[in-house]
């Protein structure tokens, strides 16, 4: 068995060139042909300046998921001098594939092509997919079963953000967007947000003889799926006790009329419980793993709006863990909410900036609200 796992290598795909705000609805297309209204007010509380869109400012479409996927792994690839063939495990995450079946990681493969059968996985879900991903790649190589595997996260949000399946806001949630903003998360709020993007991270056994690595020192993940009732989700529509109607029980013709593959947020449960669930899980992994807010260098939260920023500060530091800001690393006004890719796109972005040393100390933090997931990372630089 190895005793240690190392992200040597990170890697990106950011299609086209990024999208300010007000281009978004040239790719997006508008509502019954009439600009959003809710726009603006939404993307002053998200923060979001920038994002990336793999479609033209047609709404034509240039890049899917998998090939997004596969750009970043091979750009990964290159950096390490390596090919496919010297993978053991691919394991991929996304919450955008685009067929059910088959899954999502063996089209990547196909796509990466190679001479050698290697062992490859998928998780599909929501913002957790790419750390499940991660956890997967990483204790192939601690149980000694992989020397080398990649892990990918990528998404194609766009296709979910299309005008023909939103409908427009009534008045009432419009007017309410300024004194309730959780209300706008519903339907608006989240096709002003999601993006799209490819990233890879390679994982060994051994840190990288150039230049500086992750070493995996914990991943920790947990659902409060028995506690919680659906909160985020896309393809069903919830039902007044709390339950999901799943899109094949609807008639053809109410896929679009009642937007059920648009994603949606029940504000109701949303804004509660988000972010208290999130500090609970990560005290207890304080207790568990013996950590405190001194040992953390950077910290990494993936925020879905930089709404929920000092929301997040205020609940840790109530539970001892006031992490000053300045060791907080974001990327999101620039990027966009990723989903399941953003925690590798901050990793990514942290690797590439030239602000760690060795011996620090990075904390990453995965909410996924879809039925309130949790996953936390720790990474020691080397």
Not at 277 to 287: H, I, S, W
Request: one cysteine or more; charged letters at 25%.
């Amino acid at each position: 068995m190895s005793n240690s796992a190392y992200i040597v290598k990170t890697a990106h795909f950011f299609p086209n060139s990024p999208v300010g705000n007000d281009d978004m609805e040239k790719h997006l297309g508008m509502i019954n042909g009439q600009p959003s209204r809710a726009r603006r007010i939404i993307l002053r509380k998200n923060g979001i300046e920038s994002r990336y869109y793999a479609m033209d400012d047609k709404g034509n479409v240039t890049h899917t998921n998998v090939q997004m996927a596969t750009n970043a792994i091979n750009a990964l690839l290159e950096k390490c001098h390596l090919t496919i063939d010297d993978v053991d495990v691919l394991s991929c995450g996304t919450a955008s594939p685009e067929q059910l079946i088959p899954s999502h990681g063996v089209m990547v493969h196909g796509a990466l092509g190679g001479k050698r059968n290697i062992e490859v996985v998928s998780f599909a879900g929501s913002c957790c997919a790419g750390i499940d991903a991660l956890k997967y790649a990483y204790m192939s190589v601690m149980s000694g079963l992989a020397k080398r595997s990649v892990a990918s996260a990528s998404e194609r949000a766009s296709a979910w953000l299309n005008a023909s399946y939103f409908q427009k806001e009534s008045e009432e949630l419009l007017n309410q967007v300024d004194s309730k903003p959780m209300l706008a998360f519903e339907k608006e709020f989240l096709r002003w947000m999601l993006s799209d993007a490819g990233m890879a991270l390679m994982v060994e056994d051994k840190p990288a003889t150039d230049g500086l690595s992750l070493k995996i020192e914990w991943i920790d993940i947990t659902s409060y799926a028995n506690e919680m009732e659906t909160c985020m989700y896309a393809g069903a529509e919830k039902e007044e006790d709390g339950s999901l109607k799943g899109w094949a029980m609807f008639p053809e013709d109410e896929w679009l009329s009642k937007s059920i593959f648009a994603v949606k947020q029940d504000t109701r449960i949303l804004g509660e419980h988000v972010v208290k669930l999130g500090g609970r899980y990560m005290a207890e992994l304080a207790k568990k793993h013996n950590f405190t807010v001194d040992d953390i260098d950077w910290f990494l939260p993936h925020l879905s709006s930089m709404f929920f920023k000092d929301l997040i500060h205020e609940e840790l530091a109530g539970l001892g863990f006031d992490i000053p800001e300045d060791r907080w690393f974001l990327n999101l006004p620039k990027v966009g909410n990723i989903a399941s890719a953003s925690m590798f796109a901050m990793l990514d972005g942290l690797m590439e900036s030239g602000k760690l040393k060795k011996g620090q100390k990075v904390l990453a933090m995965v909410p996924e609200s879809a039925r309130f997931s949790y996953g936390y990372c720790m990474f020691t630089v080397c």
